[in-house]
């Protein structure tokens, strides 16, 4: 499994859901996360499906697809996009590149 969080608290909840699952997990986390992302991270402990994409931004024209800090950039596009062209932008976040799902995606 290859995970990519987006953020510190996607990155806590992915980590103790591969600390959880019997298969051996890959967590790739951006230097980003220790410098420029802030937010609260709570200390109860919580897991984040691995293989189950998030819907980040609801839309109709346009889906972007990306995972870890760069859907902070996709955000960024689907609101130009709106802006300038009146185009509804759907974002969705990865979270894991392996397995994928396809489900949402395609959707």
């Known amino acids: 499994?290859?995970?990519?969080?987006?953020?510190?608290?996607?990155?806590?909840g992915l980590l103790l859901s591969?600390?959880?699952?019997?298969?051996?997990?890959?967590?790739f986390?951006?230097?980003?996360l220790y410098r420029a992302a802030v937010e609260e991270v709570p200390v109860a402990?919580?897991?984040?499906?691995?293989?189950?994409?998030?819907v980040l931004v609801q839309?109709?024209?346009v889906t972007l697809i990306g995972w870890g800090t760069q859907v902070h950039v996709l955000k960024e596009v689907a609101q130009l996009a709106a802006s300038k062209f009146k185009a509804s932008c759907e974002v969705i976040d990865l979270v894991s590149i392996l397995p994928w799902d396809r489900d949402t995606v395609c959707e």
């Open 18 to 27: 591969c600390i959880k699952d019997p298969d051996p997990c890959i967590i």
């Open 45 to 54: 402990e919580y897991h984040i499906p691995i293989g189950k994409a998030e």
């Open 59 to 61: 839309g109709k024209d």
């Open 1 to 12: 499994m290859i995970v990519i969080p987006r953020g510190p608290i996607t990155a806590k």
């Open 29 to 32: 986390e951006p230097k980003v």
